[in-house]
């Protein structure tokens, strides 16, 4: 091991998606082959025990790059020195409780741990909010953390785009590695618009050989932004693998750049673009490169994907000014 440690935390660390993340970071594919890496974990204090049996098994995993785990109940502790905070736990929807409850429960997670990253993070600290409702959460921790630069925080929508080149490829009769530029604006909701106007296949327009509105508008966008639903309905759980597997190649592009010639979705904050108003923490495409991203500019936004996209802005509208109301940005 020639490279220092990166400190990596995970908050919900005991969860499904925690099972199936920390492997993988400890196996190299977070950061890079070459790239030593040292666990944070953060749980509820019910949840340390469990956390810990993670830890044992992760020790057996004798995985050459894991320079270290710490197992915490703090988030002051968690957040001090991190390099890489994939926020994780959150507060799910349980029966009977209203949009407003669901907000309420999840700002007081988020508002303390944006606290703690602003008070001992890393200068170079890069946050991916993958608990629900990822973009709002993103934005109520961002708000809790002045100090640090208002992009590093950014909410997870990377398994929206994965489903999105799927299900394209499926339809298209072709693989996933034949198809670039997919997009999916707005928000990690039933309103997102995964577009395929911008996207390619083999190098000519997707949009055109797919060349049926019916399939779009009732199969491919319903079946995208509903997929977490029909995960549920069919597994009994919510999706983890491949929600870790999103995490990572989410983290894996920011820190390690997106491939020429194509892009990736990321809930960011906007800077105005493409008519999103400014700070809200919307889905766009992004390319990065030397471990920051930028907003792909000067795409054609058809009077449909237009429709499509306000609908969504207008429910993360909609989310900022409740959590505003609640005081909780
Ligand atoms: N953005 C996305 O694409 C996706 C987001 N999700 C969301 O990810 C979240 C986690 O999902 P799962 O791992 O399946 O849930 P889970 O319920 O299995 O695990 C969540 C863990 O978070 C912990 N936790 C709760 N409050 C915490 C706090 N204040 N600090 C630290 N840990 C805390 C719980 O103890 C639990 O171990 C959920 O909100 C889920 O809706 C899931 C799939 C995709
Ligand atoms: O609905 C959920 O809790 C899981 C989720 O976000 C998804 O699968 O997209």
């Not at 019916?214 to 549920?232: C, M, Q, S, T, Y």
């Not at 766009?284 to 795409?299: D, K, M, S, T, W």
Request: aromatic share 6%; charged share 20%; glycine share 10%.
């Amino acid at each position: 091991m020639t490279q220092a440690p990166v400190n990596v935390t995970v908050t919900g660390a005991a969860g499904q998606i925690g099972y199936a993340l920390l492997f993988r970071i400890a196996s190299g594919q977070l950061l890079g082959q070459d790239q030593p890496v040292r666990l944070r974990l953060l749980e509820i204090p019910q949840a340390v025990k469990a956390a810990e049996g993670t830890a044992l098994e992760l020790e057996d995993g004798a995985f050459p790059l894991l320079a270290g785990i710490d197992i915490v109940d703090d988030a002051k502790q968690a957040f001090d020195g991190t390099n890489v905070a994939l926020l994780v736990g959150a507060r799910p929807r349980t029966k009977g409780m209203e949009r407003g409850d669901l907000l309420e429960a999840n700002g007081g997670i988020f508002k303390p741990q944006g606290e703690a990253i602003n008070a001992g993070a890393a200068d170079d600290v890069k946050i991916l909010v993958v608990g629900n409702p990822a973009n709002t959460n993103a934005l109520i921790a961002q708000a809790h953390a002045p100090d640090v630069p208002a992009e590093r925080f950014t909410a997870m929508t990377r398994l929206d785009h994965n489903r999105a080149l799927a299900q394209l490829a499926k339809k298209l009769g072709t693989p996933v590695s034949d198809i670039k530029k997919m997009t999916i604006w707005g928000n990690h909701s039933a309103t997102q618009y995964p577009d395929i106007f911008n996207a390619e296949v083999k190098g000519g327009s997707a949009a055109e050989a797919v060349n049926d509105q019916n399939w779009l508008e009732n199969e491919f966008i319903p079946r995208v932004a509903k997929r977490g639903a029909e995960i549920i309905e069919a597994r009994g759980a919510s999706s983890a693998a491949s929600a870790a597997n999103a995490a990572i190649d989410h983290v894996h592009d920011w820190v390690n750049g997106t491939p020429e010639g194509d892009w990736v979705s990321m809930g960011v904050p906007s800077d105005g673009s493409y008519g999103v108003p400014e700070g809200l923490i919307s889905s766009f495409p992004v390319v990065c490169r030397g471990g920051a991203y930028e907003i792909v500019q000067g795409l054609e936004i058809n009077d449909f994907s237009r429709s499509r996209i306000d609908a969504s802005v207008g429910e993360l509208t909609e989310e900022r000014d409740a959590v505003r109301k609640l005081g909780l940005i």
